[in-house]
T-cell receptor
Framework: DQQVKQNSPSLSVQEGRISILNCDYTNSMFDYFLWYKKYPAEGPTFLISISSIKDKNEDGRFTVFLNKSAKHLSLHIVPSQPGDSAVYFCAASGYETSGSRLTFGEGTQLTVNP | GAVVSQHPSWVICKSGTSVKIECRSLDFQATTMFWYRQFPKQSLMLMATSNEGSKATYEQGVEKDKFLINHASLTLSTLTVTSAHPEDSSFYIC?????????????FGDGTRLSIL
């Protein structure tokens, strides 16, 4: 039962353009969502998060949008840079589900071409 | 700088041996740590939740006798893969729950690449 899904295994974008990574979830008890960036053989690096009481959170080039009714969130990276190339995971947590216990999506490999 | 240290980063050993992986929180006390496993091109799958001073909580399908977890102090949790076999080869990642709160509920280690020959 995949409660967090990233349906696009890969995404290729030109440098300077916008990258949009999508994530869907099924568990309505999730109330906190995070995006992580990960390189091979390394642990995930936190990028940005959003609480369910918000619909947008922005931090520099990264913006996360949350659509609760659709159970959908997205990460926008603009402008995209070659150094952004990595696997991006979305994750979800619910206060009712053991506090900070995280459920991860399958990941999306982002490639930013120079 | 890193707030969670995981050691070793890479280990190769023969089938049948046991391997211990350490996870340390460096600048906070972690009553709760998590152990994940990641197969190539797949998601991070939570294996177990490590609770300081009590037994770990294992996810469904994870053998507790195979993956021994000890959380004897507020800064250290260990995962021991007992009698490891080639199918246990994977990337193991720990994280520590930050009691100070903030935007990140967990801080992750850099992972351990385990290869069983």
């Amino acid at each position: 039962d995949q409660q967090v899904k990233q349906n696009s295994p890969s995404l290729s974008v030109q440098e300077g353009r916008i990258s949009i990574l999508n994530c869907d979830y099924t568990n309505s008890m999730f109330d906190y969502f995070l995006w992580y960036k990960k390189y091979p053989a390394e642990g995930p690096t936190f990028l940005i998060s959003i609480s369910s009481i918000k619909d947008k959170n922005e931090d520099g080039r990264f913006t996360v949008f949350l659509n609760k009714s659709a159970k959908h969130l997205s990460l926008h990276i603009v402008p995209s840079q070659p150094g952004d190339s990595a696997v991006y995971f979305c994750a979800a947590s619910g206060y009712e589900t053991s506090g900070s216990r995280l459920t991860f999506g399958e990941g999306t490999q982002l490639t930013v071409n120079p | 700088g890193a707030v969670v240290s995981q050691h070793p980063s890479w280990v190769i050993c023969k089938s049948g041996t046991s391997v211990k992986i350490e996870c340390r929180s460096l600048d906070f006390q972690a009553t709760t740590m998590f152990w994940y496993r990641q197969f190539p091109k797949q998601s991070l799958m939570l294996m177990a939740t490590s609770n300081e001073g009590s037994k770990a909580t294992y996810e469904q399908g994870v053998e507790k006798d195979k993956f021994l977890i000890n959380h004897a102090s507020l800064t250290l949790s260990t995962l021991t893969v007992t009698s490891a076999h080639p199918e246990d080869s994977s990337f193991y990642i720990c994280s520590a729950r930050d009691p100070r709160g903030g935007s990140q509920p967990q801080h992750f280690g850099d992972g351990t690449r385990l290869s069983i020959l």
